[in-house]
């Protein structure tokens, strides 16, 4: 099984979308749960990879982003 994936062009683009998305959540954000999802993203956008265990929080993460802009990816 593959441990790291290697982030594309168009991945970056979405991550730095979900940043930016996330620090709207912030003023609401009661267990510090968006300030280490957005910490997260910035470790990954700066190595370029993200493992099997970030995988499973991306993803949940562009399902909530997706499902809030309407079902579309903005």
Known sequence: MKN???LTPK???G???IYHWLDGKMKD???GTVEKSR???SFILAREYYTTLEKE???E???QYVEENGGKNK
Do not use: A, C, P
């Open 4 to 6: 790291q994936f290697d």
């Open 11 to 13: 991945q970056k683009v």
């Open 15 to 17: 991550l730095e979308k």
């Open 29 to 31: 954000d009661m267990t």
């Open 39 to 41: 910490e997260t993203i």
């Open 57 to 59: 929080l991306l993803n």
């Open 61 to 63: 993460l562009r399902s």
